[in-house]
């Protein structure tokens, strides 16, 4: 039984709902169907920290969907699930690939800059400032792009960036 016919959350079972509604209106393939109920039930699994079947379920909806702008948000999501497990350079990866497929997610831009200037933190507490300079200079020009493409949101990046001297 997929997990959308499940889940007990009134919002999640709404969101199903409008879901089908539009899936039964919209005229798609039934690969796509497949690969958006995939989705879906992946991004239900995700919200409730059952990691290892959301990723089942991204992976299925990957082999389905083709279309590249729809195939960002899930490698996206396979990212944060990467981040969420500290698996930085993976979570990198999957950022990469969903920006390759759709290059205005500032979501994914701002994931990237959070994960370098983190690991800039991380070299100064190894007593690497070389290596600290060259991740926080990363990570502003992560950030530099997530703002430009959405300048009211990511204000304590903006902040640091002031404050650092990295903002133009």
Known sequence: MPR???????????????????????PTTSGE???????????SAQS??????????????????I????????LYNIGLIHTSNGEHTKA????????ERNPFLPQAFNNMAVICHYRGEQAIRQGDSEIAEAWF?????YWKQAIALTPGNYIEAQNWLKITRRFE
């Open 48 to 65: 409730e920290g059952n990691y290892a079947e959301a990723l089942q379920n991204y992976y299925e909806a990957m082999r389905l969907e």
């Open 137 to 141: 200079n990363q990570a502003a020009e």
């Open 67 to 74: 279309d590249p702008y729809d195939r960002s948000y899930i």
């Open 92 to 99: 990198l990866e999957y950022y990469f690939r969903a920006l």
């Open 4 to 26: 959308s016919q499940i889940n007990g959350n009134f919002i999640d079972k709404t969101f199903s709902i409008v879901a089908n509604i539009l899936l039964r209106i919209i």
């Open 33 to 43: 169907k497949e690969a958006f109920t995939y989705y879906r039930d992946g991004m």
